[in-house]
């Protein structure tokens, strides 16, 4: 019976990936994981991989990785770059999808001379202001800045969040704007282009993707989702993402709960229903 059963879920589930955005999705406001911990173990013995696919960089993810003990991909700065290593070789391997960083500050210098607003980034401020920021400790602050492949900074004034969407073209950039700060990327490299790219990469064009995010920065990921899953905060579901997912038509399942409590339930009720 338990070989029936074992044999099921091999078959059922082993073209699925599960592809989660990290802050405010998978982890609540102060870092914390713990709800997802006992479903993240499920899911490895299930053989599903869990791709983190974050605005973070490659240095940060690395340790959450090693947190929660998992080997698969993961997509770094909003979709600028993705990293993985052979589970037979070990080899470490990368994908680089967006413009360098260099590059983007550059075009955060033009944007603040044509909106005649000074736009702030991120690897500008000082530790202090940035642990005040975004409750970082000094290490994890190190690890934040180790940034290659997008400029986050500081959310400007909702007039000239606006203003700027009149200049993406011109640069060939786009903007996100997440719950502590706004990311500037190169056109060619979001979420969403992220894991066709890595579908590509690993052969695996026909699996499914279950993606569950929590903001506008989310929507290029859910777009391309078999299943979008969206997780809300304590206070409900972010609505500027709500209102564009409405109006591009992507259903969607709502997380009961917040965080990673929410990102637990969600799952396990999915795949219990559909799959398993
Ligand atoms: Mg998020």
């Not at 998978?26 to 991989?49: F, N, R, V």
Request: glycine share 6%.
């Amino acid at each position: 019976m338990a070989y029936a059963s074992t044999t099921m879920i091999i078959k059922t589930t082993r073209d699925i990936i599960i592809v989660s955005d990290i802050d405010g999705t998978l982890m609540d406001h102060e870092y914390d994981l713990s709800p997802a911990i006992g479903t993240i173990k499920w899911l490895q013995q299930l053989g599903i991989p869990i791709v983190l696919c974050t605005s973070k960089t490659a240095a940060e993810v690395k340790v959450i990785r090693d947190f929660i003990n998992i080997n698969d991909p993961y997509i770094v700065e909003n979709g600028g770059a993705i990293y993985g290593s052979n589970p037979k070789t070990n080899e470490e391997w990368e994908l680089i999808l967006g413009r360098c960083y260099r590059d983007l500050r550059d075009v955060l210098d033009r944007l603040s001379n044509d909106i005649k607003f000074q736009l702030t980034a991120l690897n500008d401020l000082g530790y202090k202001d940035i642990k005040k920021l975004t409750g970082l400790n000094d290490s994890q602050v190190t690890l934040a800045l180790d940034r290659h492949w997008s400029v986050p900074f500081l959310n400007p004034p909702e007039e000239y969040q606006l203003i700027l969407n009149n200049y993406l073209d011109l640069y060939d950039i786009n903007i996100y704007q997440g719950n502590r700060m706004s990311h500037l990327l190169g056109r060619n490299s979001h979420k969403g282009k992220a894991v066709s790219a890595l579908k590509k990469f690993l052969n695996k064009s026909g699996s499914s993707i279950i993606a569950l995010g929590d903001s506008p920065n989310d929507l290029p990921l859910l777009e391309i989702a078999d299943q979008a899953i969206v997780v809300p905060g304590v206070n409900g579901p972010n609505q500027s993402l709500i209102n564009d997912l409405m109006r591009n038509n992507i259903n969607y399942i709502l997380a009961p709960a917040p965080h990673a409590k929410g990102w637990s339930f969600s799952i396990r009720k999915l795949l219990e229903e559909y799959y398993l």
